[in-house]
């Protein structure tokens, strides 16, 4: 690690983003971790865990198109202000329902479903904002790196507090705490000094808009390609999240707090990983540390998919959790650096389908099938799909090492 690695800590906007993201980050983790464990206690169906994956993403794939739209045409603060207050009203009805002991897992659903509406149109802005919370333009990799510590501590950090609660204290705590948590971020919004907004004259009505930006990533091959590869590997590998709560209360006999620390321990790999990224000297070939990142995913799922040892189980989950965290990282900062600044928001909104609407699928098609043929030999399959990528990008790669390849400084966000 070296004294870059914390460039854009010198931004006085991002420092007051990154610290009050990082302390909602950690509730959002918790209610994550609350919502799954809750379904599967309720309903003992691995295909529940799929459908309430499919139920919090879907939406956002639906409308994240309108999303990017919404993020380029008016005030990206403004539209994060409000998606953040409106996230913040969606964990207090969660606190509610389940404080009131009264609930059906259809209505966790729904509000699950409600949130993911919400994730629609907050991230498209809240990843464009970055780029106009730093005061230098040349950090915005760093910023985007420090952005992938800060989502991959919160999950180190989240999950575990999650278990511990769920034990102590029950299930309403978790998500009281979230909701609690966003007074933070809300408060650093509010007390950034942004530039002012200058409002651009539109010519195009949405689907216009729409169309344009899909038109773009047409034109553009190496984000095309990016985009490709990060929906199939939501569709068929990530979604392997879901079953971990099988793993800690059948497989290893554990508790709640066994479920938080598999997470947890997924989260120290995806950290160790982000700050590994953010550490890497300017002009690092990334296309070529993805695909080896890819390779050690899936190596890391194909050992911990038969694992009966607990210790060593986690040892692996750590290792699954390095490779996993490159998908999303290397993909955002290939994309964030080379995209249009007046088509930024739309293409995030295509990278934030790519992620949010293939993995929901895959967890109806992941949680089915384990349903059929076992959780274990469910995630081997993942595991070697995830190698069989890998060594597919190594041989693109191998293939056209004569032309040109993007080189930037690491980066990555919550998705």
Same mark, same amino acid.
């Given at each position: 690690?070296?004294?870059?690695?914390?460039?854009?800590?010198?931004?006085?906007?991002?420092?007051?983003?990154?610290?009050?993201?990082?302390?909602?980050?950690?509730?959002?983790?918790?209610?994550?971790?609350?919502?799954?464990?809750?379904?599967?206690?309720?309903?003992?169906?691995?295909?529940?865990?799929?459908?309430?994956?499919?139920?919090?993403?879907?939406?956002?794939?639906? =409308?994240?198109?309108?999303? #990017?739209?919404?993020?380029?045409?008016? /005030?990206?603060?403004?539209?994060?202000?409000?998606?953040?207050?409106?996230?913040?009203?969606?964990?207090?009805?969660?606190? +509610?329902?389940?404080?009131?002991?009264?609930?059906?897992?259809?209505?966790?659903?729904?509000?699950?479903?409600?949130?993911?509406?919400?994730?629609?149109?907050?991230?498209?802005?809240?990843?464009?904002?970055?780029?106009?919370?730093?005061?230098?333009?040349?950090?915005?990799? /760093?910023? +985007?790196?420090?952005?992938?510590?800060?989502? /991959?501590?919160?999950?180190?950090?989240? @999950?575990?507090?999650?278990?511990?609660?769920?034990?102590?204290? !029950?299930?309403?705590?978790? =998500? #009281?705490?979230?909701?609690?948590?966003?007074?933070? &971020?809300? !408060?650093?919004?509010? +007390?950034?000094?942004?530039?002012?907004?200058?409002?651009?004259?539109?010519? %195009?009505?949405?689907?216009?808009?729409?169309?344009?930006?899909?038109?773009?990533?047409?034109?553009?091959?190496?984000? +095309?390609?990016?985009?490709?590869?990060?929906?199939?590997?939501?569709?068929?590998?990530? @979604?392997?999240?879901?079953?971990? @709560?099988?793993?800690?209360?059948?497989? =290893?006999?554990?508790?709640?707090?066994?479920?938080?620390?598999?997470?947890?321990?997924?989260?120290?790999?995806?950290?160790?990983?982000?700050?590994?990224?953010?550490?890497?000297?300017? !002009?690092?070939?990334?296309?070529?540390?993805?695909?080896? /990142?890819?390779?050690?995913?899936?190596? !890391?799922? &194909?050992?911990?998919?038969?694992?009966?040892?607990?210790?060593?189980?986690?040892? =692996?989950?750590?290792?699954?959790?390095?490779?996993?965290?490159?998908?999303?990282?290397?993909?955002?900062?290939?994309?964030?650096?080379?995209?249009?600044?007046?088509?930024?928001?739309?293409?995030?909104?295509?990278?934030?389908?790519?992620?949010? #609407?293939?993995? @929901?699928?895959?967890?109806?098609?992941?949680?089915?099938?384990?349903?059929?043929?076992?959780?274990?030999?469910?995630?081997?399959?993942?595991?070697?799909?995830?190698?069989?990528?890998?060594?597919?990008?190594?041989?693109?790669?191998? %293939?056209?090492?004569?032309?040109?390849?993007?080189?930037?400084?690491?980066?990555?966000?919550?998705?």
């Amino acid at each position: 690690m070296n004294i870059t690695t914390f460039n854009a800590f010198k931004s006085r906007n991002y420092r007051l983003y990154f610290s009050g993201q990082s302390i909602s980050l950690i509730g959002t983790w918790m209610q994550k971790t609350a919502v799954s464990w809750v379904i599967y206690s309720e309903t003992h169906s691995k295909f529940m865990l799929g459908l309430t994956l499919f139920a919090s993403l879907f939406p956002s794939f639906i =409308f994240s198109f309108l999303g #990017g739209v919404v993020s380029d045409r008016y /005030n990206r603060y403004k539209v994060l202000l409000v998606t953040q207050i409106a996230a913040m009203i969606q964990a207090v009805l969660m606190t +509610l329902l389940i404080f009131f002991r009264h609930y059906s897992v259809w209505e966790i659903i729904a509000l699950s479903a409600l949130l993911g509406l919400i994730n629609a149109f907050d991230v498209p802005a809240r990843q464009s904002l970055v780029y106009e919370m730093v005061d230098d333009k040349a950090v915005l990799p /760093n910023a +985007l790196a420090l952005n992938s510590s800060m989502v /991959n501590l919160s999950r180190l950090i989240g @999950p575990g507090l999650a278990g511990l609660a769920l034990e102590r204290f !029950g299930e309403d705590i978790c =998500f #009281g705490l979230n909701a609690i948590s966003f007074i933070a &971020v809300i !408060g650093s919004l509010l +007390l950034m000094r942004l530039p002012a907004f200058v409002e651009k004259k539109h010519t %195009k009505n949405v689907m216009g808009e729409l169309k344009e930006g899909f038109q773009y990533i047409k034109r553009t091959p190496s984000i +095309l390609f990016i985009l490709i590869m990060l929906a199939l590997i939501s569709l068929l590998v990530l @979604p392997y999240s879901t079953l971990i @709560p099988v793993y800690a209360k059948d497989i =290893f006999k554990g508790t709640a707090s066994t479920f938080g620390v598999i997470d947890s321990v997924i989260g120290l790999g995806a950290f160790c990983g982000a700050i590994f990224l953010a550490s890497l000297k300017p !002009g690092r070939n990334l296309r070529k540390i993805l695909a080896i /990142n890819t390779i050690i995913f899936g190596i !890391g799922l &194909v050992l911990f998919s038969h694992s009966t040892y607990y210790p060593l189980a986690l040892i =692996f989950a750590t290792l699954t959790g390095f490779g996993m965290m490159s998908q999303i990282t290397i993909s955002n900062t290939l994309i964030q650096t080379t995209v249009d600044p007046n088509m930024r928001g739309r293409v995030i909104s295509f990278y934030a389908m790519a992620f949010f #609407g293939m993995q @929901p699928l895959g967890g109806l098609l992941i949680g089915s099938v384990s349903q059929w043929i076992g959780t274990p030999d469910t995630v081997l399959i993942q595991g070697f799909i995830t190698l069989i990528i890998g060594i597919l990008l190594l041989s693109f790669l191998y %293939k056209n090492k004569t032309e040109p390849v993007t080189q930037v400084n690491p980066a990555s966000s919550e998705i």
